[in-house]
DNA sequence: TCGTAAATTTCGTCA
DNA sequence: TGACGAAGTTTACGA
């Protein structure tokens, strides 16, 4: 990884134009080709970059970073300020705990989570247009299938809208209730998904977990 | 900005939990107090970061970044192989050109882009679950939505369809057809748009600009 | 390669 | 401050 401290000037010519006046920056040229320029703050975001794969050429005060679609990234440089080299390895990776795929572990475990004498179908249950989180049965034996989020909003309300719609013309199947879970639910999906005749459950991710086992009272 | 080359251990406990096992990495902490963690590739995401505001408390080998939320960036160092400190100011920040309100402003110029005789009723057409981007009228003096996007997917298709379903419950509006703009429209949207009677149209955003003024002839 | 869904999305705007 | 939508979204995962 280079680290390169310079008063310089960005271009970018690519799926849009964007222009960034001389001025000092933080250059990164990572061991993957990959370039980024930094201002003084925001840790997530770049001002500018090209992301990997992609080619620099360097000359004298212009580098020039291009990829296979044909977008540039011009950078001016006016005056280096610092310049070092390190070499880092490939990173191990980062391990996660908490994400959409967990939750519906849970919720496939806890059934009963959207009422007493739900049971579970499937997980992943298939469809023409994609995989339905969960498939379950109510008390009474009716098809429901749920969409799962970690935020509720109102794509996952549509989604599940679109799944309803191809589950309901099965015969066998029909007819099928929707139920949106998620840790969070947003008010625009929640009125459009009560407006289709959609459940919303809010799910306590922590206390869930917590029926299962009792790692979370270890700490 | 600090540039801190290191032997890290990184662990995020906050809206998830991850953790990074112990391997050499970039820590870049930045003049708003953020701080973000590199590993050698990929241009524009980091590892692990805290966005601003937050506070960092440095202790020998153990760094804590927390934020108003509660969460928390814990960084367990190792051995620090480069540290260097660079005051770069404030940057002049980046001009953009080609973003989807620069589209609208353009088709607001020229909405003869959808047919002969087509013209503007207004930008941002208010309804009750959001603006319209354009509603105008056809050469019939017939109402017409249009849904504007750089780059056309289901979603904005879905999109259109609420604001269409709406419209249409208005005796003075009805009935209201839909056309769905983008620069590029992938085949899917254009699928389910067709099927639901709204017509595409792919907008080319530098010839239409090229109507309105030759600044682009001068390159 | 294309398409879809997730993301600690982040980032702006507007009420 | 919260909600909503755009983003050069990026990134990961299937078909």
Chains 1, 2 share one sequence.
Not at 33 to 55: E, I
Not at 110 to 117: C, L, R, S
Not at 189 to 202: M, S
Request: glycine content about 8%; proline content about 6%.
């Amino acid at each position: 990884m280079r680290l390169l401290i310079a008063v310089c000037q960005v271009d970018y010519i690519g799926r849009l134009t964007a222009h960034l006046p001389m001025a000092p920056r933080l250059i990164l040229v990572k061991a993957d080709g990959s370039v980024s320029v930094h201002a003084d703050d925001r840790a997530y975001k770049p001002l500018n970059w090209m992301s990997p794969p992609c080619h620099l050429t360097e000359e004298p005060g212009l580098w020039r970073v291009i990829n296979k679609s044909g977008e540039e990234l011009r950078i001016t440089i006016d005056e280096v300020l610092h310049d070092s080299e390190h070499a880092l390895g490939k990173d191990p990776g980062l391990q996660k705990d908490g994400v959409e795929a967990h939750l519906q572990e849970l919720l496939a475990e806890h059934p009963d989570t959207f009422g007493a004498g739900f049971t579970l179908v499937r997980r992943e249950y298939p469809t023409a247009i994609g995989p339905v989180d969960l498939m379950c049965r109510d008390a009474s034996g009716a098809s429901v299938a749920v969409e799962i989020k970690r935020r509720g909003e109102i794509d996952g309300v549509e989604q599940l809208t679109r799944y309803l719609e191809l589950l309901n013309r099965d015969p066998l199947l029909a007819p099928v209730a929707g139920i949106f879970a998620a840790q969070e639910i947003k008010p625009q999906a929640k009125v459009l998904a009560t407006d289709r005749g959609i459940r919303c459950v809010t799910v306590d991710y922590h206390k869930l977990r917590g029926i299962g086992s009792d790692e979370l009272t270890l700490f």
